[in-house]
């Protein structure tokens, strides 16, 4: 597998920095500016590449580095160069030093443990681009043709007995699925980059995941109109929204002043070890997430009622009766957007604010998905069958 940066980060092979003027990861990479990943930590200035001590931009083949030691060490093996060296094989690599000899700089990229195998030949960086290319298109225009974050015009301003009802059901539902971690919190064990590869990662995580699968499942079943629903179209639902629901708990676990997110089995994961294995890659854009979500301050009826309407969405591409969907979630919305006027009188923008998140966690879902296509096409090992069930491509009725 390539890096784990490298599906939002498509340089050149020079030595320079980036002049890919595309957008990634929701920021705009100008023309000259490297993209740098959210969890690196540039408090104390820029991190040090482990092989020329330049300042690195990310984690590329296992190793943090810099944009020239990332392209160098992918054009060696792409093109399987051969160097040698025209001194005693023992020479400094250094940020002046490291275009001198390029069989001790290739070595010590090997030495500090930039991975051979992570690098892609051309035939896969190809299929690869293609596939993230056209799940990425196909995504957005799935988004654009049906997403419906508003609620329908002439509805009531106020809270109605059924409103009230409805949120009851759901916040029911919500806290009696919500998994309590344990009070004893153990830190997270360090992961040896040079030892867990990627698909290893996705198993740990599924590992961890698959109590809160079960937990969104049985939300569901409680949220009103659900059981109701078309079987398959249930089915279509729970696979399209897990994830971002999951997603939407665990932030709801983060805890501000130690930067750690608190897992289900009581593990936590501090913002400052991101960098630190192929896990830290899958997770750290639910911190993102969870620090936007933190400043919104939402109460528990806002967080069930959320997740309510991450599950019930009516776009979701090969729904068969998205009429039915579009019925409740129109309701749920209804009764969330007074809800907030209700309670929220004098934060006439807090509305429009909740709703992004649900655009913010779709993204994060598409961003996973990604993940799986790319490690399904280079073969690097077994993704969980859980997760290949809930990224597949959802199947519309050929009938």
């Given at each position: 597998m390539d890096s784990p940066s490298l599906s939002r980060d498509t340089s050149g092979d020079t030595d320079s920095s980036s002049t890919d003027g595309s957008t990634s990861g929701g920021s705009i990479r100008r023309k000259g500016v490297p993209y740098i990943p959210s969890y690196m930590d540039l408090t104390n200035g820029p991190e040090p590449c482990v092989v020329c001590s330049d300042a690195a931009t990310g984690y590329h083949y296992r190793c943090m580095t810099c944009e020239g030691c990332k392209g160098f060490f992918r054009r060696t093996i792409q093109k399987n160069l051969k160097y040698h060296c025209k001194?005693?094989?023992?020479?400094?690599?250094?940020?002046?030093?490291?275009?001198?000899c390029q069989e001790c700089r290739f070595q010590k990229c090997v030495r500090v443990g930039m991975a051979t195998d992570l690098v892609l030949n051309e035939r896969q960086r190809k299929a690869k681009r293609k596939l993230i290319e056209e799940?990425?298109?196909?995504?957005?225009?799935?988004?654009?043709?049906?997403?419906?974050?508003?609620?329908?015009?002439?509805?009531?301003?106020?809270?109605?007995?059924?409103?009230?009802?409805?949120?009851?059901?759901?916040?029911?539902?919500?806290?009696?699925?919500?998994?309590?971690?344990?009070?004893?919190?153990?830190?997270?064990?360090?992961y040896d980059t040079s030892q867990t590869s990627e698909a290893e990662a996705w198993q740990q995580l599924a590992e961890v995941m698959t109590p809160s699968i079960v937990k969104v499942v049985e939300f569901a079943k409680g949220v009103p109109g659900f059981v109701q629903l078309n079987v398959d179209d249930q089915i279509l639902l729970l696979k399209s929204c897990c994830m971002e629901v999951m997603c939407l708990r665990a932030a709801c676990r983060f805890?501000?002043?130690?930067?750690?997110?608190?897992?289900?089995?009581?593990?936590?994961?501090?913002?400052?070890?991101?960098?630190?294995?192929?896990?830290?890659?899958?997770?750290?854009?639910i911190f993102e997430f969870a620090l936007g979500l933190a400043k919104l301050e939402?109460?528990?009826?806002?967080?069930?009622?959320?997740a309510a309407v991450l599950l019930m969405q009516s776009d979701r591409s090969g729904l068969k009766e998205p009429e039915a969907v579009e019925k409740l979630q129109d309701a749920i919305l209804g009764a969330y957007k007074r809800y907030i006027a209700e309670n929220r009188p004098h934060q006439p923008v807090h509305w429009a604010k909740v709703l992004m998140k649900v655009t913010d966690l779709r993204t994060i879902s598409t961003r996973h998905a990604e993940r799986v296509l790319c490690v399904r096409l280079e073969s690097k090992g077994d993704i969980p069958p859980m997760f290949l069930e809930m990224f597949r491509e959802n199947e519309t009725d050929k009938s």
């Open positions: 001194w005693n094989g023992n020479c400094v690599i250094d940020k002046t030093t490291r275009n001198q799940n990425r298109e196909r995504r957005k225009r799935d988004n654009i043709k049906g997403l419906r974050l508003d609620t329908p015009d002439n509805v009531p301003e106020h809270m109605s007995d059924r409103d009230r009802s409805l949120i009851a059901d759901i916040c029911g539902a919500y806290e009696a699925t919500r998994i309590k971690a344990p009070n004893i919190r153990f830190p997270l064990p360090e805890d501000a002043r130690t930067q750690a997110l608190i897992l289900p089995n009581g593990l936590t994961v501090h913002k400052s070890a991101l960098h630190k294995g192929s896990l830290g890659v899958l997770v750290e854009p939402l109460d528990q009826t806002e967080v069930a009622l959320l």
